[in-house]
């Protein structure tokens, strides 16, 4: 299965987003069952100068079924740091799910990863 992640901190600066970026791209490949990797910014239309970077655009691709969980589990760890972060995934058929930092409180957690199963699973 496969999905992208978009990570929105209105509080950081262009480079603080890209850095964050890497970090959680590392950090779900190292501690996932989750390929992870920086979006392909979009071709350039023809005579155009090209698409900036695309700032905080994650391609995954789960390997198996409990990869959703561990996402959660691995998003908690930065909406802990950061509690302004808001986290969008989006399947293929542009179904999205949106995740914000307040949702990570303790008794949200379990909340928050049977919203992600389901979403993963439809």
């Known amino acids: 299965m496969q999905a992208t992640l978009f990570i929105t901190d209105p509080d950081a600066v262009d480079e603080q987003?890209?850095?964050?970026?890497?970090?959680?791209?590392?950090?779900?490949?190292?501690?996932?069952?989750?390929?992870?990797?920086?979006?392909?910014?979009a071709a350039a239309a023809p005579g155009s100068r090209g698409d900036p970077v695309?700032?905080?655009?994650?391609?995954?691709?789960?390997?198996?079924?409990?990869?959703a969980v561990a996402l959660i589990k691995v998003?908690?760890?930065y909406f802990q740091?950061?509690?302004?972060?808001q986290v969008e995934l989006k399947?293929?058929?542009?179904?999205?799910l949106t995740i914000h930092a307040?949702?990570?409180?303790?008794?949200?957690?379990?909340?928050?990863?049977r919203l992600a199963r389901q979403f993963f699973q439809e």
């Open 17 to 41: 987003k890209q850095q964050l970026t890497r970090d959680l791209v590392k950090t779900l490949n190292r501690e996932t069952e989750i390929d992870a990797a920086l979006a392909e910014p």
């Open 54 to 67: 695309t700032l905080g655009t994650i391609a995954l691709t789960f390997l198996t079924s409990g990869a």
């Open 75 to 77: 998003l908690e760890t």
């Open 81 to 85: 740091r950061k509690s302004s972060l």
């Open 91 to 96: 399947k293929p058929d542009g179904r999205a």
């Open 102 to 113: 307040e949702n990570m409180r303790a008794e949200q957690i379990e909340k928050t990863a």
